[in-house]
């Protein structure tokens, strides 16, 4: 890039840390953070790119009749699979019909940038600020003249252009087996995204039942189907 190297990598690690700072539900002091600690009727005025971020996820809330839920988190730390320590075992159904008092996107009222906080409500970006970030990051890349790359944030990935030799990026799905470490096929990428999730990593077993993070905001409980991954493009 014309600035160098130097100035991008600075660049990259600044967009990351706002982003950090906006919406990680592990630093104490983020604007997420502060959200989820604020009283009944308190309000934040959001960073813009947290507003953004929110407002996509009700607009895909409200798509999916709540079957995503970015208020899910009390759910997703009380199975321990957030901030708070791991679990090995189901939690009781009181427990998880307490936490699901809690969640609910329609209790969210965003006004402009204004978040009211109706009480109890903990939000969690993990599932869509990571993708974000990616998307953010290729626009700072492009906004450097940099039309070849690949981008990749905790397994969210975005390609654009072709490697130095004109070849496509080429990235492996995973073969969704726990503890194995396999690929089941790998994808030319040209001017796209790729995303994986599935039940074969984060996950925790009990009397031969496997757990997984995958959560069902509507039942409080982890998905319950055959399926072990799915990748989108």
Avoid: C
């Avoid at 706002?18 to 960073?47: H, K, W």
């Avoid at 609910?104 to 970006?125: C, H, S």
């Avoid at 990051?137 to 003249?145: R, S, V």
């Amino acid at each position: 890039p014309e600035q160098g190297v130097p100035a991008l990598k600075s660049g990259i690690e600044t967009a990351l840390e706002d982003i950090n700072q906006e919406m990680s539900t592990y630093l104490p002091d983020s604007a997420i953070s502060r959200f989820n600690g604020l009283e009944a009727g308190g309000t934040l005025v959001l960073p813009s790119d947290f507003a953004t971020v929110l407002g996509e996820a009700l607009t895909l809330a409200d798509a999916t009749d709540g079957a995503y839920d970015v208020t899910v988190g009390p759910l997703v730390n009380l199975w321990g699979f957030g901030p708070d320590p791991d679990r090995f075992e189901p939690p009781t159904t009181a427990d998880i019909e307490a936490a699901r008092q809690r969640v609910g996107w329609q209790k969210l009222m965003l006004e402009d940038r204004t978040l009211t906080q109706p009480g109890g409500v903990y939000l969690d970006l993990s599932s869509i600020a990571k993708g974000f970030a990616v998307d953010k990051l290729a626009l700072l890349l492009e906004k450097a003249g940099i039309s070849d790359y690949l981008v990749e944030i905790g397994g969210e990935l975005r390609a654009s252009g072709t490697k130095p030799q004109g070849q496509p990026w080429r990235v492996a799905v995973e073969r969704p087996v726990p503890g194995v470490r396999e690929v089941e096929k790998v994808i030319p990428l040209r001017d796209l995204a790729i995303a994986s999730s599935g039940d074969y990593r984060n996950f925790f077993e009990k009397d031969g039942k496997v757990y997984s993070h995958t959560l069902d905001p509507r039942t409080g409980r982890p998905v319950d189907h055959k399926l072990g991954s799915v990748t989108v493009l």
